[in-house]
């Protein structure tokens, strides 16, 4: 009886071991490919749940089924302009087909491999084709809001102003994603979107694109300014121009009001003429002394005849001068 007992210990030991062997479960997250001596025997496994195999001899390989992710390492790239800009790229891919996969690839490190190779050569492809604004830019139909007020400030069109593009940069992005596609199909490997994270020009042009930058926009502050000169200085003749006619105006009242004034007195003093000779007299009397007052100062030389009346009241009765 003991040595049935001490017979079985063993026995279950070892059928525990195989039982263990034999069972496997896969999860929803992942698909399966049972391989014999580094052979794959039987098709994917695919389905959730507990599965059996053959113990010992039977490997079970495991695979994501979720998408993943792919990001690949910034690179420096030419593009048509022979600029060359730092490309940073990601992308997102999922194991459709397990078998193939693991007869090609064998793991996900190959997998990442392949996707660096093949997705960073069809991204040099695609930037070497283009010009730098149709990568930067993502739509050929935008018009950037700074683009019209540039055009305004700069009347020549040549500063500031965007190239026309073709296509656009998800058009670019859509064009690497269908060249790698095809290409990574026979890998097991679909892939799912290809995007642009970043773009960088190189230390090395980055300097001279800022001082083209700067350069652009002194030449539209000059422009501004040089507008703002010519505004100004036609202000300034207008306000010339209207000041000149206002005073020429002001001058026109005055001379006519002097005139009729000068015609009131005239009419005045002939009508005092005319009623009484003595205020006459005395009037003509106090515009000569007014005129005595207005001669030259005495170091003058004037030259009168004595006929003239200048000198009427200055003459003795006798006719002598004083």
């Known amino acids: 009886m003991k040595f049935i007992k001490f017979a079985l210990v063993p026995i279950l030991i ?13 999860k929803e997250t992942e698909q399966v ?4 001596f580094g052979e794959a025997i039987g098709d994917p496994i695919t389905e959730p749940g507990l ?6 001899f039977h490997r079970v390989n495991r695979f994501d089924k979720r998408v993943l992710e792919w990001d690949g390492d910034p690179s420096a790239m030419p593009t048509k302009e022979k600029t060359y800009i730092q490309v940073d790229t990601y992308g997102r891919w999922r194991i459709v087909d397990p078998l193939r996969y693991f007869q090609k690839l064998r793991d996900e490190r190959s997998a990442r491999s392949r996707l660096d190779d093949i997705l960073g050569s069809e991204t040099r492809n695609a930037v070497a084709k283009h010009a730098l604004a149709e990568i930067v830019r993502s739509d050929k139909d935008r018009k950037p809001q700074q683009e019209a007020e540039i055009a305004e400030a700069d009347k020549t069109g ?17 064009d690497i994603l269908n060249a790698s596609r095809d290409k ?3 890998f097991g490997i679909e892939l799912l979107d290809v995007r642009f994270k970043r ?3 190189n230390k090395e042009v980055e300097a ?4 083209r930058m700067i350069s652009e926009r002194k030449q539209i502050a000059e422009r501004f300014r040089s507008e703002g000169a010519g505004e100004a200085a036609k202000i300034i003749g207008n306000m010339e121009k209207e000041l000149r006619q206002i005073e020429s105006e002001s001058y026109k009242k005055v001379e006519m009001i002097k005139g009729e004034a000068d015609a009131k007195a005239s009419e005045v003093y002939a009508k005092a003429y005319g009623s009484d ?3 006459a007299n005395f009037y003509e009397f106090t515009r000569t002394m007014e005129l005595y007052r207005s001669l030259p100062p005495s170091d003058s030389t004037i030259i009168l005849s004595t006929d003239s009346d200048v000198f009427q009241f200055l003459k003795s009765d006798g006719g002598e001068e004083e």
């Open 208 to 211: 001279r694109i800022y001082e």
């Open 199 to 201: 773009i960088n020009y």
């Open 158 to 174: 040549n500063v500031g102003r965007l190239a026309p593009i073709r296509r656009g940069r998800g058009a670019l992005e859509q």
């Open 51 to 56: 599965k059996v195999k053959r113990p010992f």
């Open 184 to 186: 990574l199909a026979e």
């Open 14 to 26: 070892i059928g525990a071991l195989i039982l263990s062997n034999a069972l496997y479960v896969v």
């Open 33 to 36: 490919i049972i391989t014999q």
């Open 277 to 279: 000779p003595e205020a």
